[in-house]
């Protein structure tokens, strides 16, 4: 007989399953790709709501305002809105018109709620009746139009009672449209009835009817017409 030699037996190439030894006996472990698939179910809905987060802010920076959307931010110091040949009016609880303010151009400073108007026209009836007419090539006034200063040419015209005028000429006169008073820190020119004065300054109370002129004052006065006028000094 002949022998022949042992031929090897080969097998082919298994993958490596790693075995964990436990307490309850020999547990295979799972492939490293299940594992990696795991981890990223596991994972995956905390990535979803990155994602989510990062897209939304994208869409708010990017999205294009609506017309006259308000954006925050400090008050700009350029006007908000512009106004050409204009008339603004004001009426009383019975329908009375109360004021009237016009002019050639309005212009609202949102920063500080002040109105500049040039070519301005101001017509006020007090709650007795009298008018007070006004004028002036600028003026600045605050948003409800209560206190007014008129700069430039400045010229009043109030009514003391049916047949008394008082005007009123400066190149600056601020008045207080709800308390009905007048001033002034500069030269003024007075006229009422037949008499006329120049002054440096003024303090006008129309409900008092009070003129106090501040010196030096210079006046043509008519006799008997001038019981409501005093003379002051300059105020500090």
């Keep these: 007989m002949t022998s022949h030699p042992p031929r090897a037996l080969h097998l082919p190439d298994l993958p490596e399953v790693s075995v964990q030894m436990g307490g309850d006996g020999a547990r295979l472990a799972p492939p490293r790709g299940s594992q990696l698939r795991q981890a990223l179910w596991s994972y995956l809905p905390l990535l979803l709501m990155a994602l989510l987060a990062a897209s939304t802010g994208w869409l708010v920076k990017h999205t294009p305002q609506p017309p006259g959307a308000v954006v925050s931010g400090p008050p700009s110091q350029a006007p ?5 040949r204009f008339s603004i009016s ?3 609880p019975d329908g009375r018109e109360v004021l009237r303010i016009a002019g050639d151009v309005l212009r609202h400073f949102p920063a500080t709620d002040q109105l500049e108007i040039e070519g ?7 709650p007795d009746g009298r008018i007070t007419d006004a004028s002036a090539r600028r003026a600045l006034a605050n948003g409800d139009a209560s206190e007014v200063q008129l700069l430039g040419g400045a010229h009043v015209t109030s009514q003391i009672d049916a047949n008394d005028r008082l005007q009123v000429q400066s190149e600056f006169l601020h008045a207080f449209l709800s308390f009905q008073r007048l001033r002034s ?3 003024v020119q007075v006229h009422r009835a037949g008499s006329d004065a120049r002054a440096a300054g003024l303090e ?3 409900p008092a009817r009070r003129l106090t002129l501040l010196g030096p004052v210079r006046a043509t006065l008519q006799p008997g017409r001038e019981a409501g006028t005093t003379v002051g000094k300059r105020p500090p």
Excluded at 80 to 84: F, G, V
Excluded at 120 to 126: F, G, K
Aim: aromatic share 14%; charged share 15%; hydrophobic share 45%.
């Design 185 to 187: 820190h500069l030269p």
């Design 204 to 206: 006008y109370d129309h």
């Design 90 to 92: 004001r009426f009383a």
């Design 120 to 126: 301005v026209t101001i017509h006020a009836v007090a």
């Design 80 to 84: 908000d809105y512009t106004m050409t």
